[in-house]
Structure formats: structure tokens, C-alpha cells
């Protein structure tokens, strides 16, 4: 009698055990799938946020190209001042998505914290003059309703100075 480990009786003896890692194997192939699924699913969120934002863009640079404010159109704004709001509103914008994009893992995060120091000074006002202070509390304020909950209550911890102290 052959007793090979390779026979037909000595295989049957491992069945189980054969079953038992294919059903290990199979497991982990639908892990796996679900994670790549997820990550497209990220990436495909954050590149619809960056698209949406060059729109936005396109808007700001024809309103600047015009010689408006976006969302602001009667004002007393010389040429620069009309970048400089229209500048402010694509600096939220890009801060929004660089935000989206480190929550969802897309970052490096010293890219994130780079950035978000950037946010911060930006939102505190230091070192302007009122009238400047003034034209970006308002930027901010009328930006703040179109942009992300979460980002909202990130930027809005920082502090910043009362415009209304300034010269």
C-alpha cells in the first residue's frame, strides 16, 4: 500500500483544514477590495472638491477681470483692494479643500500643518490696518456660510483681533 502524503485518504484528512484557509483567503480579498473601495471613494470626493474650487476660481478671476468684489459688488474698493477680496475669497476656498483632503488622509501632515498655520495667521488679522481688517471679516463672514461645518469651527478657534481696535 502507498502511503503517500499525496494520496487521496491522506488529503481527505486535511480537507478542513484546506477549507478553513480558503475561507481565510476569501476574507481577506474582500477586505482588501473594501479598502480600495473606500480610497477611491476618497479620492473621488477630493478631486470633485478641487474641481468645484477651480470653478469658483474662474468666478472670482472674471469678477476681478471686471473690476467687482465677489459678493460684494457695492463697495468704494480701489483696483487692489478688489484682488485683495477676491484673493481672500479663493484663499478659503483652497484652505477648505487642502482641509478635505488631510481629513480624509490625502495630506501628509506636515503639508496639513504647514498649511493650517498659513489659516490661522491668516484669520487673526495681525499687523493690517482697519480698513483692511474690515474687508476680510467681511470676506470671511460671507464665506463662512457656503464653506464646511468642521472647517468652520476649525478656522473660527483662532483667535483674532477686533478690527474696530485698530487705527
Not at 503517500?4 to 484557509?21: A, G, T
Not at 474662474?58 to 484682488?83: H, Q, R, W
Request: with cysteine; glycine share 2%; proline share 1%.
Amino acid at each position: 500500500m502507498n502511503k503517500s502524503i499525496l494520496s487521496i485518504n491522506s488529503l481527505s484528512k486535511y480537507s478542513e483544514l484546506f477549507q478553513i484557509v480558503g475561507v481565510i483567503g476569501l476574507i481577506a480579498s474582500l477586505i482588501f477590495v473594501g479598502i480600495e473601495l473606500r480610497q477611491s471613494q476618497q479620492i473621488a470626493l477630493a478631486e470633485q472638491q478641487v474641481e468645484r474650487t477651480k470653478a469658483f476660481v474662474d468666478v472670482y478671476n472674471t469678477a476681478t477681470n471686471n473690476g467687482l468684489a465677489f459678493m460684494n459688488f457695492d463697495n468704494d474698493y480701489n483696483k487692489e483692494e478688489i484682488f485683495q477680496v477676491n484673493f481672500w475669497h479663493i484663499f478659503w476656498n483652497l484652505s477648505e479643500t487642502d482641509y478635505l483632503k488631510y481629513r480624509l488622509g490625502l495630506m501628509d501632515e506636515n503639508i496639513w500643518q504647514s498649511r493650517y498655520a498659513i489659516m490661522k495667521r491668516f484669520k487673526s488679522r495681525n499687523n493690517m490696518t482697519k480698513r483692511v481688517c474690515l474687508m476680510r471679516e467681511d470676506v470671511w463672514n460671507r464665506k463662512r456660510n457656503t464653506l464646511d461645518t468642521e472647517f468652520i469651527n476649525l478656522i473660527e478657534m483662532t483667535p483674532s483681533i477686533d478690527c474696530n481696535e485698530l487705527k
